[in-house]
C-alpha cells in the first residue's frame, strides 16, 4: 500500500487548521483544536518552522502562523518538510544515488524515476488553500486543483532480457 506517514498527514491537518486563524495560535490551542497530542503538535511544528512553512513567534503574546499564504504552500512542501525527499522506490530519488543492490540489473529505474517526477509534480500543484475540510468530514480537494493535475502517459518500458541462472 501507498501512503503518507501519520505524521506528514498530522502535519498537513496542522498547516491546514493555521491557514484558517487570522492571528497568532498557541501550540496548545494548536493540539487541543486538531486533537493532535501535544507532544507531536511541538515536533511537527519544529519541522514545519525549519522548512520556513510556519513562523513561530516567542512571548507571552506569541504563537505560530502560516509563513507565507496557503496558495503558496503545496502538499508536497509539506510532506518534504516531515518525511525528506519524496521517494517511490529507493531509485527514485534523484537527489542521492541508489543504494539498492538490485540497480546494476534493474531497468526500471527511469520508470520510476519518471513515476515519481509526476506525482511529485501533482503534489506541488495541490496547495494548502485547494484543501477544503468544510464541505464533509473527509477532506476534499477542489477541483480547481484536480484540473491542474496533467495526466500521465505510459511509460514506454521495453522488455528487458531475463537471465535465470
Sequence with gaps: M??????ADYALIIAHFLQQQASLISLEAIAEKTNIPLATVRKLLRYLVQHQIVKSVRGARGGYLLAKPGNCIS???IIEAIEG??????CANITQSCQCELSPHCHLKEPWQQINQQLHITLKKVKL???NASVSSTQQVSSDALQTITTIEPLPIEPS???ID
Design 161 to 163: 532480457p531475463v537471465k
Design 85 to 90: 525527499p519524496i521517494a517511490l522506490t529507493e
Design 75 to 77: 502538499v508536497a512542501d
Design 129 to 131: 488553500t485547494d484543501i
Design 2 to 7: 501507498l501512503r503518507i506517514s501519520r505524521l
